[in-house]
Antibody, heavy 126, light 109 residues
Framework: EVQLVESGGGLVQPGRSLRLSCTAS????????MTWFRQAPGKGPEWIGF??????????EYAASVRDKFTISRDDSKSVAYLQMNSLEAEDSAIYYC?????????????????WGQGTLVTVSS | SSELTQDPAVSVALGQTVKITCQGE??????ANWYQQKPGQAPVLVMY???YRPSGIPDRFSGSSSGNTASLTVTGAQAEDEADYYC????????????FGTGTKVSVL
């Protein structure tokens, strides 16, 4: 079955760190960009960042709100993507989703995200 | 610009047509992608690029764009189409980033 499964969420104190994992199955993980989103209660999704496939350089891009706090990495041999979150604040509390990204080649290219996991809840509170 | 604006809510009678719009400056440069989200579930991609539907998405969903506005149309809305819909696009500007719209709650009456 083609799927993504997030893990590693939970309750964490402000200022602490947490690492989320996104385990893929059913497709060739290395062919895709892997992306992280989050969604606070009652809010819309927010793009956090992604890591491109090695074919596109394996580079990372981040939203300005997390660029100095979060790091995305991947291990293609294990079909896993990671989100390392440091210096967590209450505002980081949300459901965190990973998703698979496919590059749409056009005059100006972009990614679309066609497969999402079910999410993992992160609560930052003392 | 990093803002995409959507109407908060729309309603449609069962079997009728509903059009959801999304406005933002980034849409002048990039196509919108559309996501459907039902309560307690992850978003699902329903439209991407010029007017492409992922496998498994019914052909009653279609997309269009003009200038700074993108639209998602559901022709012959079904009860299962009741959900929140979010547009998203790559943000215009120096960084490679993505933005989401404010979301539209679609109610099927």
């Amino acid at each position: 079955e083609v799927q993504l499964v997030e893990s590693g969420g939970g309750l964490v104190q402000p200022g602490r760190s947490l690492r989320l994992s996104c385990t893929a199955s059913g497709f060739t993980f290395g062919d895709y960009a892997m992306t992280w989103f989050r969604q606070a209660p009652g809010k819309g999704p927010e793009w956090i960042g992604f890591i491109k496939s090695e074919a596109y350089g394996g580079t990372t891009e981040y939203a300005a709100s997390v660029r100095d706090k979060f790091t995305i990495s991947r291990d293609d041999s294990k079909s896993v993507a990671y989100l390392q979150m440091n210096s967590l604040e209450a505002e980081d509390s949300a459901i965190y989703y990973c998703a698979r990204g496919i590059f749409y080649q056009d005059t100006r290219g972009f990614y679309y995200f066609d497969l999402w996991g079910q999410g993992t809840l992160v609560t930052v509170s003392s | 610009s990093s803002e995409l604006t959507q109407d908060p809510a729309v309603s449609v009678a069962l079997g009728q047509t509903v059009k959801i719009t999304c406005q933002g400056e980034s849409l002048r440069a990039y196509y919108a992608n559309w996501y459907q989200q039902k309560p307690g579930q992850a978003p699902v991609l329903v439209m991407y690029g010029r007017n492409y539907r992922p496998s498994g998405i019914p052909d009653r969903f279609s997309g269009s764009s003009s200038g700074n506005t993108a639209s998602l149309t559901v022709t012959g809305a079904q009860a299962e189409d009741e959900a929140d819909y979010y547009c998203s696009s790559r943000a215009s500007g120096g960084y490679h980033q993505y933005v989401f719209g404010t979301g539209t709650k679609v109610s099927v009456l």
